[in-house]
């Protein structure tokens, strides 16, 4: 049973802006913290940014300023507003729920299919 599915990836050229989107089941989405990560080829899935309930986030330092996560409860759909796009935001990323507040892969346990963003200079 499928219960992360994200979209909203794509090409784009540096200095642009994508914005992903992850349907999050019902189940999954109650209770959870839910954060996206990215992860490139060779590298570590790294977390970018993590969401509790009521809004606090955490994000990365690398994207500090330029990304957004947000949620819509109603519609149990998780966000990812990406400004200012750079060529190092390239990877696969990953919507993730998990129990713990912190941007650690190893706190989440329920993950999507991942998404491709390519960023070219």
């Known amino acids: 049973q499928v219960q992360l599915v994200e979209s909203g990836g794509g090409s784009v050229q540096a200095g642009g802006s994508l914005r992903l989107s992850c349907a999050v089941s019902?189940?999954?989405?109650?209770?959870?913290?839910m954060g996206w990560f990215r992860q490139a080829p060779g590298k570590e899935r790294e977390g970018v940014a993590v969401?509790?309930?009521?809004?606090?986030?955490l994000y990365a330092e690398s994207v500090k300023g330029r990304f957004t996560i947000s949620q819509d409860n109603a519609k149990n759909t998780l966000y990812l507003q990406m400004n200012s796009l750079k060529p190092e935001d390239t990877a696969m990323y990953y919507c993730?729920?998990?129990?713990?507040?912190?941007?650690?892969?190893?706190?989440?346990?329920?993950w999507g299919q991942g998404t491709q963003v390519t960023v070219s200079s």
């Open positions: 019902a189940y999954t989405y109650r209770g959870s913290y």
């Open positions: 969401i509790n309930g009521v809004g606090f986030t």
């Open positions: 993730a729920a998990g129990r713990v507040f912190a941007l650690r892969k190893e706190y989440f346990n329920t």
